[in-house]
C-alpha cells in the first residue's frame, strides 16, 4: 500500500537531509507507528506520501500511484485515496461539524444526496451523532479531532495519515482518539501516525518505525516507544 | 462541477470585502465607460467622414473681374475653366454659383448677424464648385490644373476646413482611450489585488481543499467567477452610465452641430450596440487578470 525506496530528501536551507535513504514498505491494512523525538524527520515523511512535497532521490508509491513523478493534474486523485489529520484539527471556524465534513466531499465533486446520506453516518462512527449543527468553538479538543477525523475518513480513503493527532490533547482523551482510529483501521483502512507519545505507543504494541536524525534506526512489528534507548 | 458550491463560496467571497468589491467595480466601471465613450468617437469619425467624402467639395473661387462680368459661366474664361475641370477623370461634377446666389447663400448663413448688413455681391466671388470623383487625388488633381490658370483666384478644398473637425474628434479619442488606459491599469490592480486578499482569507478553505484533493476548478474557479462578476457588474455599470449621458448631455452638446448635419447625432443604438462590446471586453479582461494573479501569486 505504501512503500519508500531509499528516499532522501534534503530541504534546501538546510546542512543534513530531514530523510535519510530511508526504505519502508507498508501492507494494506496495516497500523503502524511513525516515532522519533523532534526533528526526526516524521512530518517530511508524511508530507511526501501527500505529495506536499518531492524527495530529493528515491522512489515512493501509494496505491500504486508513484507519487514522486505524479504530473501536477494527477496529484488530487492521490490526496482522494489519503485521509488526513492533524495535531491542530485545521477545522474551518465559520462552518457547523457537519458542514466541515460535507466540506471534503464537495470540492471534490460529490452529489447532494450522497452527502445528506454519508456525512451522518461518518458522524456517528466517530461519536458525535447530534453534533453535526455545532461549531467547532463549541466543541472539546477531543471532539474537535473527531471532526477532523470524520472529514479525514469520509470519503473511505485507502490510507490515514496522521501527524501527532494526540499532541494537544489529554492521555485519556488521547485513548478515546486512538480507540477511534483502531475502529477505522478495522474497517480495512491502513493507518500509519506520527507521534512521540510513549503511553499510546507502549499500550498499543503495534509495528513501529522509529525515527532518528532523518534515518530508520528500528523497524519492529509489535513494538513499544523506550526499546533500546 | 458543483455548481451550488462554487455559487456559495463566490457569494461569500464578494460579500467578505464588500468595500473592496465596490472599490473594484467603479474603477473597472468607469475603465469601461472610458472605453466605451473612446469607441463611440470612433464610431462618429468614420460617420462623419462618410456623410463628407460625398458631400465635401473643392472650391475654385475666381478672380474679381471675372466674378463681376460673368454671371452664368457663359463667357470663355469661364466656360473655359469649366470644361478643364469636366474632362478630367476624377472630377463627378462642375457646378457655377455666381456672385449673386453666393450672396444669398451668405444672407441665408449670416441672417441676423451685422456681417450680412455689410457684405455686398461684388465682395464675394463666383466659384466654380467641384465635386470630386476620386476622393483621394482629386483634390490635389483640381489644384494643380487650376493654379496659374487666368480668372482664378484661389482654389479651397472644403475638407481643409472640415480637417480641424476631425482633429477635434480625433482629439476625444485619443483624451479617452488614454483616460481609459490609464484607469485599466488601476482596474487590474485592483482586480489582482482583491484576488489576492480574497485567496488570504480562503487560505483554510484552499488549505483543506488542497488537503482532500479538490481539484484546481474547484480551488481556483470561486476567485475566477469573483473577478468575472465584478467585470461584468463593472461592464453593465458603464453601459448605465453610457446611456445616461448620451441623454443627459451628449445629445445637448451635439445638438447645435447636429441638426446642421455637420456630425451625425449619436443614437441609442450606437450606445447600446457600444455597450453591448463592453460586456465581453469587462468579463475577459478580469478573468485573465484573476486567472494570471492565481498563477503568480496564489499556491491553490
Ligand atoms: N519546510 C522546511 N524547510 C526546511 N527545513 C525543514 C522544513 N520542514 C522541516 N525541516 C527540517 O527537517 C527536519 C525534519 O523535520 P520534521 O519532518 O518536521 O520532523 P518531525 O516531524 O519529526 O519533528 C528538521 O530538521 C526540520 O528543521
Ligand atoms: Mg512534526
Known amino acids: 500500500m505504501i512503500r519508500l525506496e531509499r528516499v532522501t530528501k534534503m530541504y534546501k536551507t538546510s546542512t543534513r537531509p530531514a530523510l535519510d535513504r530511508v526504505s519502508v514498505s507498508i501492507d494494506k491494512g496495516e497500523f503502524v507507528f511513525l516515532i522519533g523525538p523532534s526533528g526526526s524527520g516524521k512530518s517530511t515523511f508524511l508530507r511526501l506520501l501527500l505529495r506536499e512535497d518531492v524527495p ?3 522512489s515512493i508509491f501509494v496505491a500504486d ?22 495535531q491542530d484539527f485545521r ?6 461539524v457537519g458542514a466541515n465534513v460535507a466540506f471534503a466531499l464537495e470540492v471534490i465533486g460529490k452529489s447532494g444526496p450522497t452527502i445528506r446520506k454519508v456525512v451522518p453516518e461518518v458522524l456517528q462512527l466517530v461519536g458525535l451523532e447530534g453534533k453535526a449543527d455545532r461549531m467547532p468553538h463549541e466543541l472539546s479538543g477531543g471532539e474537535q479531532q473527531r471532526v477532523a477525523i470524520a472529514r479525514a475518513f469520509v470519503n473511505r480513503p485507502l490510507v490515514l495519515l496522521a501527524d501527532e493527532p494526540t499532541g494537544n490533547l489529554d492521555p485519556d482523551i488521547s485513548q478515546d482518539i486512538m480507540l477511534l482510529l483502531e475502529r477505522i483501521n478495522r474497517t480495512g483502512t491502513t493507518v500509519l501516525m506520527a507521534t512521540h ?19 530508520v534506526v528500528r523497524d519492529e512489528s509489535r513494538g513499544v516507544y523506550g526499546v533500546g534507548r | 462541477m458543483r455548481s451550488d458550491f462554487v455559487t456559495r463560496e463566490v457569494l461569500t467571497g464578494l460579500r467578505r470585502n464588500v468595500t473592496m468589491t465596490v472599490a473594484m467595480v467603479l474603477t473597472t466601471a468607469i475603465s469601461l465607460g472610458l472605453v466605451g465613450t473612446g469607441l463611440l ?3 462618429t469619425i468614420d460617420a462623419t467622414e462618410s456623410i463628407y467624402s460625398d458631400r465635401l467639395e473643392v472650391q475654385v473661387a ?18 473655359g475653366l469649366k470644361a478643364t475641370l469636366e474632362n478630367s477623370p476624377l472630377v463627378a461634377s462642375v457646378r457655377f454659383e455666381s456672385q449673386q446666389q453666393a450672396y444669398e447663400r451668405f444672407q441665408e448663413l449670416f441672417a441676423g448677424q451685422s456681417i450680412a448688413e455689410i457684405a455686398r455681391p461684388q465682395s464675394l466671388p463666383a466659384t466654380l464648385r467641384v465635386k470630386l470623383a476620386d476622393q483621394n487625388a482629386g483634390a490635389e488633381a483640381v489644384r494643380q490644373a487650376m493654379a496659374d490658370q487666368v480668372g482664378v483666384r484661389t482654389v479651397i478644398d472644403q475638407r481643409d476646413v472640415v480637417g480641424k473637425l476631425f482633429d477635434f474628434l480625433a482629439g476625444v479619442r485619443n483624451v479617452t482611450f488614454t483616460l481609459a488606459l490609464v484607469q485599466a491599469v488601476a482596474a487590474l490592480l485592483l482586480i489582482s489585488n482583491t484576488v489576492q486578499v480574497s485567496a488570504y482569507t480562503r487560505r483554510a478553505e484552499v488549505g483543506v481543499m488542497r488537503l482532500v484533493g479538490a481539484t484546481r476548478w474547484y480551488t481556483q474557479l470561486p476567485f475566477l467567477i469573483e473577478a468575472v462578476v465584478t467585470g ?11 446611456i445616461s449621458a448620451k441623454f443627459l448631455f451628449i445629445d445637448d452638446l451635439l445638438a447645435g452641430i447636429a441638426q446642421n448635419g455637420v456630425i451625425p447625432p449619436i443614437g441609442l443604438l450606437d450606445v447600446v450596440q457600444t455597450s453591448f462590446y463592453l460586456l465581453p471586453i469587462g468579463a475577459l479582461i478580469a478573468g485573465i487578470t484573476g486567472y494570471v494573479t492565481l498563477r503568480l501569486y496564489v499556491k491553490v
Open chain 2, 62 to 79: 475666381l478672380t474679381q473681374d471675372v466674378s463681376a462680368a460673368d454671371h452664368d459661366c457663359t463667357q470663355p474664361i469661364c466656360t
Open chain 1, 91 to 96: 477545522l474551518l471556524p465559520n462552518k457547523t
Open chain 1, 56 to 58: 530529493t532521490r528515491g
Open chain 1, 197 to 215: 507519545d510513549h503511553s499510546i505507543v507502549d499500550s498499543m504494541r503495534r509495528r513501529v518505525v522509529e525515527l532518528d536524525l532523518g534515518q
Open chain 2, 232 to 242: 461584468v457588474v463593472g461592464a453593465v455599470l458603464a453601459s448605465i452610465g453610457l
Open chain 1, 65 to 86: 500511484l508513484d507519487v514522486a513523478k505524479l504530473p501536477r493534474r494527477r496529484v488530487p486523485r492521490l490526496r482522494q485515496r489519503i485521509g488526513c489529520v492533524f
Open chain 2, 41 to 43: 468617437a470612433v464610431r
